[in-house]
């Protein structure tokens, strides 16, 4: 279904180059970058209360443009393989279909790659949670997470908002430590999350060739056009495309716990950075801006179809969530959330806050105040 080296090199040849930088400065910003992930884990694990094992430890892989791109095929392969498998058993059982999938693959793959292309040079660092070892990017220790930080891209944005790069790039490293601290810390969290997606996965019944359209129309929306005569639909994800009434379900209790990751994530780098980032102000303030102020319309075409609206919205959302937790019964009381699935907030306690509190602390702490009969 999709000839995954193809997409490797063709993201690769057609990714845009770094921000030109020395031979020694490149050094420097690797060099910077490893001590401030190493940094950043005494102050995540200060500030969230949460304790992971030495043994869990994961490695910090600082990787360039072409490095993102081969760790995340790596990535897809293993989490889309029961898919993609599935969808590969319906094509052959069609006539011609070895044949097709062999030349849809070859397309897929193109077209995949420069959907690549175009992200690897947005990311600024990323927890891979479920990354297989490969020769060139090792797994960790705790089945398979590593932490990868893009150095042409943190260098490229801080230039860009023209902020102190010490200061950004321990900033940076603070959000993404968070997600590795997450992970480390709640031992349970990857096997509940990858049974999720497999189950999301599993409940698909999407002919292929919908999929392989809708990877098209990202290609096309990234070279700039659309077949003449084609109407613009709004820009529907991929996601939206293969939800039965199970995988909305599913969908929905997803989207929580990312939204909770990732407002985690902000939440925390903001509360540490007054004490270990001295201009964290003017960095969030201008970082804000540049998400609110989007992109052009052709970024703004694939952040929808790649459902990359929904991520800016689950920042916003999920940091909303974790302030007003914390606020109201503090960080300890917050850390309940990581007790176990039955404690993560759902879709609609994420916007209410209130009514996770009321669900999981004032339902517990009202059955341990009755006595003993």
């Known amino acids: 279904m999709v000839d995954w080296n193809l997409a490797v090199a063709t993201a690769t040849r057609l990714v845009r180059p770094g921000p030109e930088v020395s031979r020694d400065e490149a050094r420097a910003v690797v060099a910077e970058l490893r001590r401030h992930a190493k940094t950043s884990e005494g102050h995540v694990r200060a500030f969230t209360q949460l304790a992971t094992e030495e043994s869990h430890d994961t490695p910090v892989l600082v990787v360039d443009r072409p490095g993102w791109v081969r760790a995340n095929v790596a990535g897809f392969r293993e989490i889309l393989k029961p898919l993609l498998d599935k969808m590969q058993e319906r094509r052959g059982n069609t006539p011609g279909g070895a044949v097709l999938g062999a030349v849809g693959g070859k397309v897929t793959g193109v077209e995949l790659g420069m959907l690549l292309s175009f992200l690897a040079s947005r990311v600024l660092g990323q927890y891979e949670t479920f990354a297989p070892a490969t020769r060139e990017l090792p797994a960790g220790e705790n089945g398979g997470g590593r932490l990868l930080l893009v150095a042409p891209n943190i260098v490229q944005v801080e230039r860009e908002l023209d902020v102190q790069p010490h200061d950004f790039r321990l ?3 603070l959000h993404e430590e968070t997600h590795r601290t997450q992970f480390t810390a709640v031992p349970w969290l ?16 999407v002919d292929p060739m919908t999929v392989l359209e809708r990877i098209r129309e ?41 939204s909770l990751l990732e407002g985690h994530a902000d939440f925390v780098m903001d509360g540490v950075g007054p004490d ?6 003017e960095i969030r303030e201008k970082f804000q801006q540049r998400r609110a102020k989007g992109a052009s319309r052709l970024d703004m075409t694939l952040r929808k179809l790649l459902g990359l609206d929904a991520k800016l919205r689950q920042y916003r959302d999920g940091e909303r969530f974790v302030r007003a937790v914390v606020n109201e019964v503090g960080m300890d009381g917050f850390n ?3 007790t176990s699935p039955n404690t993560l907030p759902t879709k609609t306690e994420i916007a209410k806050p209130a009514d996770w509190i009321a669900r999981v602390h004032r339902k517990a702490d009202s059955g341990n105040s009755g006595t003993e009969s």
């Not at 990857?190 to 019944?205: A, K, M, P, V, Y």
């Open 218 to 258: 990202a290609a096309q929306s990234l070279a700039g056009g659309r077949p003449e005569g084609e109407e613009d639909d709004g820009g529907r994800s991929l996601v939206e495309i293969v939800q039965t009434p199970a995988q909305r379900e599913i969908l929905g209790r997803l989207t929580a716990v990312m």
């Open 171 to 173: 900033w940076v490293c």
């Open 336 to 338: 309940r959330v990581w």
């Open 190 to 205: 990857r096997d509940h999350l990858e049974g999720e997606i497999q189950s999301f996965l599993g409940e698909t019944e």
């Open 276 to 281: 270990v980032v001295p201009s964290v102000q």
